[in-house]
């Protein structure tokens, strides 16, 4: 079992910086792939970024890519996302997710991850 806590968010101008943290706990935290996912008001939740067990391989959706980079800390049981150059659209609650998944197609879906975050709340304004 894994649960996961993530921290970070609020209200930032278009154009600024917020970094996301997702706590886990769990002795097995460092087996699992990561990622982060999205969902606005009346959107389906969209994959943002992931990032393999070791930290080795790392994907990004084409909309954040260059301005996202996740990361993680397997000592902590943390992952993180800093998040750069903030847009207006990059408004949603950011979920954390936890799974077993290396297929490069697959990372980027919700289906291989059994544990999820809360979610928090990024605002971006114009």
């Known amino acids: 079992q894994v649960q996961l806590v993530e921290s970070g968010g609020g209200l930032v101008q278009a154009g600024g910086s917020l970094r996301l943290s997702c706590a886990g706990s769990?002795?097995?935290?460092?087996?699992?792939?990561m990622a982060w996912f999205r969902q606005a008001p009346e959107k389906e939740r969209e994959f943002v970024a992931a990032i393999t067990w070791s930290g080795a391989n790392t994907y990004y959706a084409s909309s954040v890519k260059g301005r996202f980079t996740v990361s993680r800390d397997n000592a902590k049981n943390t992952v993180y996302v800093q998040m750069n150059s903030l847009k207006p659209e990059d408004t949603a609650v950011y979920y954390c997710a936890a799974g077993r998944v290396w297929d490069t197609v697959l990372v980027s879906t919700r289906s291989p991850y059994d544990y999820w975050g809360q979610g928090t709340q990024v605002t971006v304004s114009s």
């Open positions: 769990g002795r097995t935290f460092n087996r699992f792939t």
